[in-house]
């Protein structure tokens, strides 16, 4: 690890990891059930004895000559009701420095365990980052999880996607909650009152911009607020008045580097100016501080690249940064961060908002007609693939409520437990489902909703619909705004209300081809789909 400059960038570090060694790996994470029907059609799979000894085979030996570092870590606030514990065992100090960022560590948590057996047992070995034996694995039923031969964020820091999200949504189907890949933000009105949504997008569609997200200068004028909870992973429950309460169970930001920005994320970009981790973005060697595409007009031209080989930004024709360069940022650096961010009892619920990227077909947004229909509208989500996850980017690839890399358990059964939580609630208190897509272009390829900052527009019309404030229109994919229903003050010379009106048009002749789409993605889950998402299917199909 590098040490930066101690003036612009106190207690932050540059890490460089191997170049095969650079985003999740979904082939090679497992999911250890029992039986291959538990963990499901969309996840790996392997016998865990089989797996343990492949596991024990490989790693067996590796740490000698090396620190062995324990870490005893909590995810969600130390002793809240909605917080587990886990214990990572790693030989890295990369490691150990991002879960000290990511996680709440230390002997408080030990404390509050006791001798309590309920924690995720966590053992990751770098072994010889050797990308042929690398394996990201989760036995749900033994709350265990081995990460070997990686020494990458979402491989490695195993509090994060390989517990938060794998393992917990599977203990949050056996006890009743649930663990999902949702960011938590509230926007404050002028009157004060903050309403607090839950949004699930695939990796790297903006959600951290969305949850540090700027009001436009005329929402600040008016006195409107966005608050972050977090960015990545809500755990969430039912709490004692009938509400969905939600926390988010890290404790720091893991964002992607490339485009953050003083315009695109000024509140992430704040949050990495002191004690703050780098992974393979470029290092300006004359200052020492870091630099990464879509930073700024100014590479350095005495820099180093991810690679670490002499590279000059300014006149290279290769990237500084890798596309899935990260930061490990300190939440409290934050400054929108919530002043419910350490609540033990969460945030209420107004709203569950999935997304996805769709050049085409999915409007700016709609509503779902009810709970079940929110579900299936979840168990829907598509979007073109993008640099986080290692594969082709741009092809579309299903991802439901975007748990797909993340589900612990049979994404049919996944789904069935949305529908029986929803059962749980009284419909008048359930937060409404809803669907958004910023990224619908023009058949010239241009985006045709500014995005950013403006999604607050969007955000506002679902407050609205969620406190029975306005009127939508009926579609067969749910409720649509009226054109004249979201507020364009201040953006009228970038989206004219034929623009506007065009990205909410729901498309019959292409929501048929999808429906087609769906049915053939349905078919792998056989039995396992639950009827309730089958009869949606049928009824958009008489619907269109
Ligand atoms: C992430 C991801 O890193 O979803 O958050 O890939
Ligand atoms: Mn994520």
Not at 1 to 7: F, G, Q
Not at 129 to 140: G, M
Not at 365 to 380: A, E, L, R, T
Not at 387 to 406: H, I, S
Request: proline share 6%.
């Amino acid at each position: 690890m590098t040490k930066l400059n101690p003036e612009l960038l106190p207690d932050c570090y540059l890490h460089r990891t191997k170049a095969n060694d650079v985003a999740r790996v979904e082939a090679r994470t497992l999911i250890c059930t029992p039986t291959k029907e538990e963990a499901g059609p969309t996840n790996h799979w392997m016998d865990p004895d089989e797996c343990y000894k492949m596991l024990y085979d490989i790693a067996r030996d590796s740490y000698k000559g090396r620190t062995m570092y324990v870490l005893p870590y909590s995810m969600g606030p130390v002793g809240s009701p909605f917080s587990k514990i886990g214990i990572e065992v790693t030989d890295s100090i990369y490691v150990v420095l991002n879960m000290c960022i990511m996680t709440r560590v230390g002997q408080a948590v030990l404390d509050c365990l006791g001798d309590s057996d309920d924690w995720v047992r966590g053992l990751h070995a770098k072994c010889k980052i050797d990308a042929e034996n690398r394996w990201i694995v989760q036995f749900p039923q033994d709350n265990t999880i081995i990460s070997v031969n990686s020494g990458y964020g979402g491989n490695v820091l195993l509090g994060k996607k390989c517990f938060a999200l794998r393992i917990a949504s599977y203990q949050g189907w056996k006890e009743g909650w649930q663990a999902e890949h949702m960011l938590i933000l509230g926007v404050e009105f002028p009157n004060g009152d903050v309403k607090y949504i839950c949004a699930a997008f695939p990796s790297a569609c903006g959600k951290t911009n969305l949850a540090m997200l700027i009001p436009p200068e005329y929402y600040r004028k008016k006195g409107y607020k966005v608050w972050t909870v977090g960015d990545d992973i809500a755990w969430i429950r039912k709490g004692p008045d009938g509400r969905l309460y939600a926390i988010n169970p890290e404790n720091g930001f893991f964002g992607v580097a490339p485009g953050t920005n003083d315009k695109s994320n000024p509140n992430a970009l704040a949050s990495t100016k002191r004690g703050a981790i780098f992974t393979n973005v470029a290092l300006n060697k004359d200052n020492m501080t870091v630099w990464w595409e879509g930073l700024d007009k100014n590479p350095p031209e005495n820099g180093l690249d991810w690679l670490g080989n002499d590279w000059n930004g300014k006149t290279s024709t290769e990237v500084g940064a890798n596309p899935n360069s990260r930061f490990t940022a300190p939440a409290v650096n934050c400054p929108c961060l919530s002043s419910e961010f350490e609540n033990p009892n969460g945030v209420p619920i107004s709203a569950f908002v999935f997304g996805g990227r769709r050049a085409k077909l999915a409007p700016l947004v709609y509503q779902s007609k009810d709970w079940d229909n929110g579900v299936f509208v979840g168990s829907i989500m598509a979007s073109e693939k993008t640099a986080a996850a290692v594969g082709k980017v741009g092809e579309l690839r299903r991802d439901p409520m975007a748990m797909l890399p993340f589900c612990g358990y049979n994404m049919g059964d996944y789904w069935q437990h949305w529908i029986d939580i929803g059962k749980t609630l009284d419909p008048d208190k359930a937060p409404k489902i809803f669907n958004v897509n910023w990224f619908r272009k023009s058949d010239d390829g241009k985006f045709l909703w500014p995005g950013f900052g403006d999604n607050l527009r969007v955000l506002e019309w679902i407050l609205k619909r969620c406190e029975g404030e306005i009127d939508a229109k009926e579609t067969p994919i749910g409720y649509v705004p009226y054109a004249e229903d979201i507020n364009l003050e201040g953006i009228e010379d970038e989206v004219s209300r034929e623009t506007l009106a065009s990205i909410l048009e729901v498309e019959p002749e292409l929501w048929k081809e999808e429906a087609a789409g769906i049915e053939e993605y349905y078919a792998q889950f056989g039995d396992k789909l639950p009827p309730v998402l089958r009869e949606q299917l049928e009824n958009l199909k008489a619907a269109l």
